[in-house]
């Protein structure tokens, strides 16, 4: 849970919107195109790739919460929406995180476990 929300070698949370440095280019359609309340301008699939997708900016909608795909095996993270396989949020990315909480939570003999992980 630590790694994934910022201790490790790069300080960055995997989780988008949680601590100061997080991935910002989200490989995840309706974060990367503006809000309708924004530009209500009817946006096509091929619009969206060419006038969105390929913007260096951030992303205009946070996907707070989401789990991205996370760094290589040396701890590189290339924060690019075309990266897919680092930037792209998904339930398997999440699903790590859920487990380690759901346990931490459900507890031992009636008391939650973190208390028992507390000094």
Known sequence: VDYIL????RGTS???GYGMNYPRHVHHRASSIVSIKVDPTFVSCRGGY???FSKKSGNPNLLVGAVVGG???YDNFIDDRSNYQQTEP???NN??????LARLSGGINGAPTYQHLLP
């Open 71 to 73: 760094p290589d095996a």
């Open 50 to 52: 060419s006038t969105w």
């Open 90 to 92: 998904a339930t398997y």
């Open 14 to 16: 995997y989780m988008v």
């Open 6 to 9: 910022g201790d490790n070698p």
């Open 95 to 100: 699903a790590p995180l859920l487990g380690v």
